[in-house]
């Protein structure tokens, strides 16, 4: 399969969207464990269940202050040669989802139309092509990023 091929709208709304509806309406209280950052598809699972546990730091990370600054550039390194354009579009859906204060099945709707429309970037077809060649991707949405911002 090649990333022209991939339709993730059709698998979130035809396999995933429907299995989170199964848990939400499962009669018995349903659980869910996270830890990391929790985006997607993960973030719909934490919201069709009924009692989430996160583990601790889950949102940061404590150090000592002599590697604070070095750990720091290592992570944003990673993150901004990393897929931008999806970090970005998903930071932008938790606003809106926040912002409208959406329900499960208009988040699950407007996240199905993003990772559509993400599916069709140049950095999602590298991300593809990487992992079928087991290679590390080269993205180069932070490049779109920076002329966004006007930087």
């Not at 709304?13 to 199964?22: E, I, N, S, T």
């Not at 209280?29 to 989430?52: R, S």
């Not at 999806?86 to 859906?93: D, G, N, P, V």
């Not at 949405?141 to 911002?149: E, K, S």
Request: with cysteine; charged share 25%.
């Amino acid at each position: 399969m090649t990333s022209e091929e991939d339709d993730a709208e059709a698998y979130l709304a035809g396999l995933v969207q429907p299995l989170l509806q199964k848990i939400s309406s499962f009669p018995a209280p349903t659980f869910a464990a996270a830890q990391g950052a929790c985006v997607g598809v993960g973030l719909g699972l934490l919201l069709a269940t009924d009692v989430v546990y996160v583990a601790q730091g889950m949102f940061s990370r404590a150090m000592p202050a002599d590697e604070l600054l070095d750990n720091t550039r290592e992570i944003v390194t990673r993150v901004a040669t990393g897929a931008t354009g999806a970090f970005t579009a998903s930071k932008e859906l938790v606003a809106h989802i926040r912002d409208q204060r959406l329900g499960l099945w208009d988040t699950m709707a407007e996240e199905n139309a993003e990772q559509a429309r993400l599916c069709k970037s140049e950095d999602y077809a590298e991300g593809f092509r990487a992992f079928q060649e087991k290679c590390e991707p080269q993205f180069k949405g932070w490049q779109l990023l920076l002329r966004r911002a006007n930087l």
